[in-house]
């Protein structure tokens, strides 16, 4: 993915020590170049000392920020000092920008505290906070009031704020696809469409008979079918799935594919219970674990809401995302079996082979139901994350949380992993008083507080921190 580009503030108070800034503006670029992130900050030609300390060091920062307003993805004020608060909080107002920010303070050191030496830091970060508030301005904090550059936690703030920006702007403006209509059987992935829309997030609709229709105008030895035929055999085990099956899945994604590129999709949720096998004869599974895989979340049964929280997690971790049921009790109360028949992203498995369903087989035909993926989720941390619309109250919610993916290889088929949870009663007392869907997404990665701060305090969305 793109390397994301911070504007960088650096305060200054005159009566504080000036050296102090011109070390910490420099330790700060180079640390966030070293990270691979993009800097753009005053320079000492502009201002003193590359600093913001007065109205008019304010207004060329906010012009600078302005004009490179579409790289900007987040800004991060760094003191120094104990910075001057008035002229921080009026650069980001002036700028215009609407996008995260991170407040960021130098720490003192004991045997320092002379007059050449002295910061206050601690104190000026205090009172920057306190005017951002005042102009109305969201803001993030470091994990301690005062940190290094250097130190890991510092490091750890400034990779979960990355993926803070990256949830923010990934949702603006995002087109989610829906892929034939919602199963009548599935009222829990009911979402609103106008709640959605309020978010700056758009669903484009196509009727799954419309995907059909293209496919059966399609040549089996088209050259686009015959290279995703290979990319599915490249990415799977298959010992029993015959090739007319194959060729189905390779017209199935070459539409997808065309589809999603023409609309600018970046999630999509496929109807598959019944009418895929009953009309074309495929279970779509593996065609969406590759979609997932090439970062495209593609989500069961129209859950465009499942979809929604796969790409979020996504944009988190720069990780694929996986949508799976909340299917099972296992060995003690903070156990859980998650299930799917199976979709997940290929690189989610220890090891995936592609097969027939064995649920949906039982209905109509373990033959019309190949494409179905098999295996074990990888043991591994991991976030799980639920976003909903509550149209009874108007409102988006969600919750997130982590937990273990363990090594346990559950004595069953499909797609499954063994969560463990930490008070995952208490998590599925929430879930169920909440009304919240069975389905959850969930992501190899450790990523539950970026989610947060995203979603509540950026996009304004209910949030529930599990175990936070």
Same mark, same amino acid.
């Given at each position: 993915?793109?390397?994301?580009? !911070? ?28 990270? $691979?992130?993009?800097? =753009?900050?005053?320079?000492? $030609? ?11 060091? *304010?207004?060329?920062?906010?012009? %600078? ?17 104990? $910075? ?18 991170? /407040? ?19 104190? $000026? ?41 990256? /949830? /923010? ?19 829990? &992935?009911?979402?609103?469409?106008? @709640? ?40 799977? +085990? ?52 590759? %979609? ?5 979340? *593609? ?7 499942? *979809? @929604?929280?796969?790409? +979020? ?30 979709? !997940? ?13 064995? &649920? ?24 799980? %994350?639920? +976003? ?29 992993? /063994? ?20 389905? =959850? *997404?969930?992501? @190899? ?24």
């Amino acid at each position: 993915m793109k390397s994301l580009t !911070f504007g960088l503030i650096v305060g200054n108070r005159s009566f504080f020590p000036d050296a102090v800034v011109v070390e910490g503006r420099e330790r700060m670029i180079k640390l966030l170049n070293d990270m $691979g992130y993009n800097v =753009v900050s005053l320079s000492p $030609g502009d201002t003193k000392l590359g600093a913001v300390e007065t109205l008019k060091d *304010a207004k060329k920062c906010a012009q %600078l920020f302005k004009e490179r307003s579409d790289e900007l993805d987040g800004i991060i004020i760094t003191l120094p000092n104990f $910075g001057d608060e008035k002229s921080i909080a009026h650069a980001i107002r002036m700028s215009g920008l609407n996008v995260p920010v991170l /407040v960021h303070a130098f720490p003192d050191h004991p045997d320092r505290l002379d007059l050449a030496n002295r910061r206050d830091s601690f104190c $000026g970060k205090i009172s920057v906070c306190n005017n951002l508030n005042q102009f109305g301005i969201k803001f993030t904090l470091t994990t301690y009031h005062t940190e290094e550059p250097e130190s890991e936690e510092f490091k750890r703030d400034v990779e979960k704020f990355a993926g803070i920006c990256r /949830v /923010v702007k990934g949702l603006k403006g995002a087109r989610i696809g829906a892929v034939g209509m919602r199963p009548t059987a599935f009222n829990t &992935v009911r979402f609103s469409e106008k @709640l959605l829309e309020n978010l700056g997030i758009s669903v484009e609709t196509i009727d799954l008979s419309e995907i059909i229709a293209r496919m059966k105008k399609l040549s089996p030895n088209d050259r686009r079918v015959a290279e995703r035929v290979n990319e599915l055999k490249k990415n799977f +085990v298959i010992r029993i799935v015959p090739e007319d099956a194959l060729i189905q899945m390779g017209k199935l994604k070459t539409i997808l594919d065309e589809w999603i590129e023409d609309n600018e999709i970046r999630a999509l949720a496929i109807q598959c219970w019944t009418s895929m096998e009953e009309n074309v004869g495929i279970a779509p599974c593996a065609v969406m674990s590759l %979609l997932s895989e090439n970062m495209i979340p *593609a989500a069961c049964e129209v859950d465009i809401m499942g *979809a @929604l929280s796969m790409y +979020v997690l996504q944009l988190a971790s720069e990780k694929p995302s996986a949508l799976a049921d909340w299917n099972n009790n296992y060995k003690d109360e903070d156990e859980v079996i998650l299930f799917h028949c199976g979709n !997940f992203p290929v690189s989610m498995y220890e090891t995936v082979e592609m097969r027939y369903g064995d &649920v949906i087989g039982t209905i109509v035909g373990h033959e019309n139901t190949y494409g179905a993926c098999a295996g074990k989720i990888k043991a591994s941390p991991f976030t799980f %994350l639920r +976003v909903s619309t509550d149209d009874i109250h108007g409102k988006v919610k969600a919750y997130v949380g982590e937990g273990e993916i363990t090594d346990e290889d559950p004595k069953t088929f499909g797609s499954r992993g /063994v969560a463990r949870i930490k008070n995952l009663q208490k998590l599925m007392k929430f879930i169920c008083k909440g009304g919240f869907e069975h389905h =959850v *997404a969930i992501n @190899l990665s450790r990523v539950a507080e970026a989610v947060a701060e995203a979603l509540e305090n950026y996009l304004g969305i209910e949030t529930y921190h599990h175990g936070h």
